[in-house]
């Protein structure tokens, strides 16, 4: 990972860098800085402010309102981060202004709402991780099921407060932003940004998990139901952007 964002960002070395959304331990932070860039900053609102190394620190901040100065940073990139952003269209704008002109926003991340397990089940309880990999929901069902049809389902296989824990993640958790792929696409299109890279990507690991679960009548109610929709089989968005 830490090449191909070198490689698109053209190089690492002597830049200001950005990461949005770091992850909490500031593992992603301290892997770029280790390819020799003036300064990394991890940005995340959960993370307590802290130095990682000479040229690397950690800051809590929300990426749509910072007060960083016009054209700071010579790269911004994100990783597993966008999905969870509100209004990303205003922290498109911001981390636009935040880059020098020629500045290179790299970004990946997914599950996006729009995918099989969009619903992003990422939870504990009774310390044990419950996620969209150990437990295999009906493919669709934060698009197709209803709360009651769902905690049926989950009643099948786990007890009643789990159950219930489940159903109200996929139904309430406020950690999605619940763009669709085609939201992305117009969100990003219409921005200041030159679009080098737009791509979505697949997960063959996790289509082995719930492919075998997808039939006619799923997808039939997908497009019937979200006509102005179609890229569903799309796990998450992969973007090189240029100022």
């Given at each position: 990972m830490?090449?191909?964002?070198?490689?698109?960002?053209?190089?690492?070395?002597n830049?200001?860098i950005?990461?949005v959304?770091?992850?909490?331990?500031?593992?992603?932070?301290?892997q770029l800085?280790?390819?020799q860039?003036?300064?990394v900053?991890?940005?995340n609102?959960?993370?307590?402010?802290?130095?990682?190394?000479?040229?690397?620190?950690?800051?809590?901040?929300d990426?749509?309102h910072t007060?960083?100065a016009?054209?700071?940073?010579?790269?911004?990139?994100?990783?597993?981060?966008?999905e969870?952003?509100?209004?990303l269209e205003?922290a498109?704008?911001?981390?636009?202004?935040l880059?020098?002109?020629?500045?290179?926003l790299?970004?990946?991340?997914?599950?996006?709402?729009?995918?099989?397990?969009?619903?992003?089940?990422?939870f504990e309880y009774?310390?044990?991780l419950?996620n969209?990999?150990?437990?295999?929901?009906?493919?669709?069902?934060?698009?197709l099921?209803?709360?009651?049809?769902?905690?049926k389902f989950?009643?099948?296989?786990?007890?009643q407060?789990?159950?219930?824990?489940?159903?109200?993640?996929v139904?309430?958790?406020p950690?999605?932003?619940?763009?669709?792929?085609e939201?992305?696409?117009?969100?990003?299109?219409?921005?200041?940004?030159?679009?080098l890279?737009?791509?979505?990507?697949d997960?063959?690991?996790?289509?082995?998990?719930y492919?075998?679960?997808?039939?006619?009548?799923?997808?039939?109610?997908?497009?019937f139901?979200?006509?102005?929709?179609?890229?569903?089989?799309y796990?998450?968005?992969?973007?090189?952007?240029?100022?």
């Amino acid at each position: 990972m830490i090449d191909k964002i070198a490689s698109f960002c053209g190089g690492l070395k002597n830049k200001t860098i950005l990461d949005v959304g770091c992850d909490l331990e500031g593992k992603l932070v301290q892997q770029l800085a280790s390819l020799q860039p003036k300064e990394v900053i991890g940005l995340n609102p959960a993370v307590q402010d802290q130095e990682l190394s000479p040229n690397s620190r950690l800051e809590s901040g929300d990426i749509r309102h910072t007060g960083y100065a016009d054209g700071y940073f010579d790269n911004i990139v994100s990783v597993s981060a966008f999905e969870h952003i509100h209004d990303l269209e205003t922290a498109i704008q911001e981390m636009y202004r935040l880059l020098k002109p020629g500045g290179t926003l790299y970004s990946i991340f997914g599950p996006i709402w729009s995918g099989i397990c969009g619903h992003h089940l990422w939870f504990e309880y009774h310390n044990q991780l419950y996620n969209y990999w150990n437990v295999i929901l009906p493919p669709f069902c934060h698009l197709l099921m209803n709360s009651s049809a769902l905690l049926k389902f989950c009643q099948n296989y786990f007890p009643q407060d789990l159950s219930s824990q489940i159903v109200e993640y996929v139904d309430g958790c406020p950690d999605q932003n619940r763009l669709f792929y085609e939201d992305y696409e117009h969100l990003i299109r219409s921005s200041k940004f030159r679009v080098l890279l737009f791509r979505g990507y697949d997960n063959p690991e996790m289509n082995k998990l719930y492919d075998p679960f997808i039939s006619q009548n799923t997808l039939n109610l997908l497009y019937f139901k979200y006509p102005n929709h179609s890229n569903f089989f799309y796990i998450g968005i992969e973007m090189v952007l240029k100022k």
